[in-house]
């Protein structure tokens, strides 16, 4: 990971919008005093999130914003951008390149950018720390900071080892460690006074629901008889009441058969008494045409014997037939067609001439014929219609025997059907009566057993213990004695117990919680400083190495100022002796540096170079033995002569390959061992702008 480049637009004195381009390695920013060239480490700073005015060389934060010139309007935003390729994945996002902006308006809104994404502050510090950056102590050296670094103190050089070895995050871990414990311990006290604070009520409720927990024993105890007893009455009940229907059905299928058969009797009685009307009828008619026809052979058995009274008169004798006949054909001689009318009479007179006595003889016999075949016929019909009549009369006889028969069997059937409705009418009453007494047992078992009473089903019976209602009695009696059940004293026994089981179980969670952040901590301050002691071993033995190299000679050697236990740490934490002495906190590191030819002496009695010399030695301690991803030099090397200059920079030099440098300089050593300068100028409008060249091709154009 390494600087790819840097946007600014509106920073201080760079109005217009310029880009720096950087490659791994060394590059210095050169330019004449007030051009513009601490205005870059300045944006640097202020983009990584500094928030110090006095650094930013400003007393009101809208100080970084372009304010005009003469000839050029101010600006209403300041905005800068950092590239970092990200190829290593150094940083915490799965980008090959990012960025990190910032923006400042003069309105006073801030904003703070990764990959075009607004973010806070926080988030932009935690992505640095993440990635190897130490916020800026030591990321930005400024001309006025160099000193500082070995003149603020034992704990300020601590505070650059903790930043160069990594542990700084430990050490935010740990701060929120300690809050959460704090918190976690605040919430315990106050989980516990509110856990003292119901287990008096919880006690007393406890009591009162224990005694309402007997009586629900009693209850269900009595519920479990009664519905034993209940079960054994519905069993009874229904088992009658089946009988019942049972019988009900047969005494009304009965009841339905006779009536039934009797409706089929007077229907058939019906079509008798219809045929019977019929037949009287028919013998009434019959009779009348019997009277008829007895009169009709009366009057032809009187006219037979007038017929046979004039037949016995004595008539005179036929005359001779052939002498009719002689005469007879002589008239039909005489026949023509104009005396048919004569001939006619002729004829007449010779039948009158020659048979009168015969003539009415014959037709007194032709007569008496006829009414001998009249009466014959009527004597016939009358024989005919006689039996008829016997048939029918001896019919009628059957069936009135018949109908007597049927009648005793209908009257019967009616004596039956009238006993079978009354039994019917009886089964119906005792029906009534068992669906009445079930209607009540239901109504019994609703009021004694509310819900469970659907249980009943479950216990039906045919037996039961005869000892069930003594029990009962008694335990209704028990019931009774202890009083009702107070719901609300239940409904606040179960919240004020859950309320308190909840609170146990936080209390438990939170006494954990305790010991274990507790433990996080042991294990943080063992983390740290095993972490610190390392980096000082390193740390302190390359900067006697660069000190020598730098001075050209001499020593110089660092040393933990003093250790104490943490206030409160050593009441609260049972160790042994040798675990407590791991979690000492260190306070400060002091450096001891004596210059070739002098006395050991302190930081503060040393002279202005050679505190820089010093300050650069521990500088580069810091870099060779936790290299950071990119440094910015502002003129660290401006109190330095030359021949240090040229130590100083072939330092830098070597290095340069592990750490990206940015320095800004005047000093041509420095210049020599960079390999791009950029030139910063301002123009007559108080505009800086940026000329740049690299170095390799210069010296090849200059070949």
């Not at 940083?91 to 994404?117: C, H, M, Q, T, W």
């Not at 806070?120 to 950056?133: E, I, K, Q, T, Y």
């Not at 054909?329 to 005396?339: Q, V």
Request: aromatic share 6%.
């Amino acid at each position: 990971m390494y600087l790819k480049r840097l946007e600014l637009h509106g920073f201080k004195s760079f109005a217009h919008k310029t880009v720096l381009e950087f490659d791994p390695g060394m590059t210095a920013i050169v330019g004449p005093n007030g051009s513009g060239k601490s205005n870059v480490a300045d944006a640097l700073r202020w983009v990584m999130g500094e928030q110090s005015l006095k650094l930013l060389r400003g007393k009101k934060s809208e100080d970084v914003i372009f304010a005009g010139s003469d000839k050029k309007s101010k600006l209403s935003v300041a905005e800068v951008a950092l590239y970092f390729d990200n190829k290593d994945r150094k940083f915490p996002y799965d980008y090959g390149e990012v960025v990190i902006a910032r923006r400042l308006y003069r309105s006073g809104e801030s904003e703070y950018l990764i990959n075009k994404n607004l973010v806070r502050l926080l988030d932009v510090v935690d992505a640095l720390l993440r990635s190897g950056f130490g916020a800026t102590n030591y990321a930005v050296i400024g001309q006025g900071t160099i000193d500082q670094m070995v003149l603020a103190g034992p704990g300020e050089i601590k505070n650059l080892i903790e930043e160069a070895s990594g542990v700084k995050p430990y050490y935010l871990k740990k701060e929120k460690t300690i809050r959460r414990l704090k918190q976690t311990e605040e919430n315990l006290t106050a989980v516990s006074g509110l856990v003292a604070e119901i287990e008096p009520r919880l006690r007393s409720l406890k009591r009162q629901a224990k005694r309402m927990e007997e009586r629900e024993v009693v209850a269900n105890e009595l519920a479990a008889l009664q519905l034993q007893f209940f079960g054994q009455q519905f069993y009874v009940l229904e088992t009658e009441l089946a009988a019942v229907v049972e019988q009900v059905a047969l005494k009304s299928s009965a009841a339905k058969k006779l009536e039934a058969e009797i409706a089929a009797f007077e229907k058939t009685a019906e079509l008798e008494e219809r045929q019977t009307r019929k037949n009287d009828s028919f013998l009434d008619e019959l009779e009348k045409k019997l009277n008829s026809l007895e009169h009709r052979r009366l009057v032809l058995l009187e006219q037979l014997a007038e017929i046979k009274g004039k037949l016995k008169v004595e008539l005179p004798v036929t005359k001779n037939f052939s002498e009719f006949r002689s005469k007879f054909e002589a008239i039909l001689d005489l026949l023509r067609a104009d005396n048919i009318a004569e001939i006619k009479r002729k004829l007449k007179d010779l039948v009158l001439a020659f048979a009168p006595g015969e003539t009415k003889n014959e037709e007194l016999a032709k007569q008496q014929e006829v009414l001998n075949q009249e009466l014959a016929a009527v004597t016939a019909e009358i024989n005919e219609q006689k039996q008829v009549k016997h048939k029918l009369l001896a019919e009628e006889k059957q069936k009135k025997g018949f109908l007597s028969e049927e009648e005793k069997k209908f009257r019967a059937k009616n004596f039956e059907l009238g006993r079978a409705k009354d039994e019917l009418n009886l089964a119906l009453i005792e029906k009534a009566k068992l669906d009445t007494r079930l209607e009540n047992l239901n109504k019994e078992v609703k009021e004694a057993l509310g819900e469970r009473g659907a249980e009943i089903s479950q216990h039906k019976s045919a037996t039961i213990n005869p000892e069930v209602v003594n029990k009962i009695a008694r335990l209704k009696h028990q019931l009774e004695i202890t009083g009702g059940v107070d719901e609300q004293i239940l409904a606040e026994y179960r919240e004020t117990s859950e309320r308190y089981n909840y609170l146990t179980s936080q209390h438990k969670d939170l006494s954990a919680a305790v010991e274990d952040l507790k433990a996080v901590l042991q294990e943080l301050d063992l983390v740290i400083k095993k972490q610190f002691d390392e980096a000082f071993s390193r740390i302190s033995e390359k900067f006697s190495e660069y000190f020598r190299i730098l001075f050209n000679g001499g020593r110089a050697h660092m040393n933990v100022l003093k250790e104490e236990v943490p206030e409160g740490e050593n009441e609260e934490v049972e160790e042994t002796e040798e675990e407590k002495k791991k979690i000492k906190a260190i306070t400060g590191i002091e450096v001891k540096a004596t210059p070739p030819g002098k006395k050991l002496s302190t930081i503060q009695a040393l002279s202005g170079g050679e505190r820089a010399l010093t300050a650069i030695a521990l500088l580069c301690a810091l870099l060779a033995a936790y290299p950071s991803p990119f440094v910015v030099l502002d003129e660290v090397d401006a109190a330095l002569d030359e021949a240090n200059s040229i130590r100083f920079a072939n330092i830098l030099g070597t290095l340069a390959h592990q750490t990206q440098f940015i320095t800004i300089t005047h000093n041509r050593e420095t210049m020599r061992q960079a390999h791009t300068l950029y030139g910063v100028t301002m123009d007559d409008h108080g505009v800086s702008r940026i000329l740049s060249i690299k170095l390799e091709k210069a010296e090849v154009i200059a070949e």
